[in-house]
Antibody, heavy 120, light 108 residues
Framework: QVQLQESGLGLVKPSQTLSLTCTVSGDSISSGGFFWNWVRQHPGKGLEWVGYMYYRGNSYYNPSLQSRVTISVDSSKNQFSLTLRSVTVADTAVYFC????????????WGQGTLVTVSS | SYLLTQPPSVSVAPGQTASIICGGDNIGSKSVHWYQQKPGQAPILVVYDDTVRPSGIPERFSGSNSESTATLTIARVVAGDEADYYCQVWDSTTDHPVFGAGTKVTVL
């Protein structure tokens, strides 16, 4: 059974860079047929897709964040990472990583989520 | 970008049936997935590909999809079903997942 776990700093200053890592266990991130996602949730709000990547493939980002976001993979550690640059208070949210199935796009396994607060 | 519409809230008495709708342009031609999220927890996939229940999800949860509306139905509702429910599809035009705004189910 695949498990995902987010890690990273919970407090980031405005204009700085948010960096989170998702560690995957129980499955290889390099196995085909899956895509690896970041989803965020502002306090009291709904789910917002941030972006995803295929192993050895392209990355896709929410158009509203595209200029500031990068998702990358470290297959040796079975991890993928989120980098969000030039953050503002509007980026304060719980960030989830999730595994998605290519094709019809369901997200079947999620990390527990990690709260990132942007504040000076 | 593709839009999904959900009612903000649904209230249901214990033992009754809750129906949560998700609207979208020609949504019947897409595969719809449903997630349950309780406060402070990660979403859990409860139905995928319109009607399929993942292992471990009670049979009380079922899904349907036709034309412009997809529906998640929870039969014999219990207090533990109180949660936010999100529908999701794949937008093949932009190649990314799209979520509905979520429906809060309250058990009276």
């Amino acid at each position: 059974q695949v498990q995902l776990q987010e890690s990273g700093l919970g407090l980031v200053k405005p204009s700085q860079t948010l960096s989170l890592t998702c560690t995957v266990s129980g499955d290889s991130i390099s196995s085909g047929g899956f895509f690896w996602n970041w989803v965020r949730q502002h306090p009291g709000k709904g789910l917002e897709w941030v972006g995803y990547m295929y192993y050895r493939g392209n990355s896709y980002y929410n158009p509203s964040l595209q200029s500031r976001v990068t998702i990358s993979v470290d297959s040796s550690k079975n991890q993928f990472s989120l980098t969000l640059r030039s953050v503002t208070v509007a980026d304060t949210a719980v960030y989830f990583c999730a595994r998605g199935w290519a094709g019809r796009g369901r997200l079947d396994s999620w990390g527990q989520g990690t709260l990132v607060t942007v504040s000076s | 970008s593709y839009l999904l519409t959900q009612p903000p809230s649904v209230s249901v008495a214990p033992g009754q049936t809750a129906s949560i709708i998700c609207g979208g342009d020609n949504i019947g031609s897409k595969s719809v997935h449903w997630y349950q999220q309780k406060p402070g927890q990660a979403p859990i996939l409860v139905v995928y590909d319109d009607t399929v229940r993942p292992s471990g999800i009670p049979e009380r949860f079922s899904g349907s999809n036709s034309e412009s509306t997809a529906t998640l139905t929870i039969a014999r509702v219990v207090a533990g079903d109180e949660a936010d429910y999100y529908c999701q599809v794949w937008d093949s035009t932009t190649d990314h997942p799209v979520f509905g705004a979520g429906t809060k189910v309250t058990v009276l």
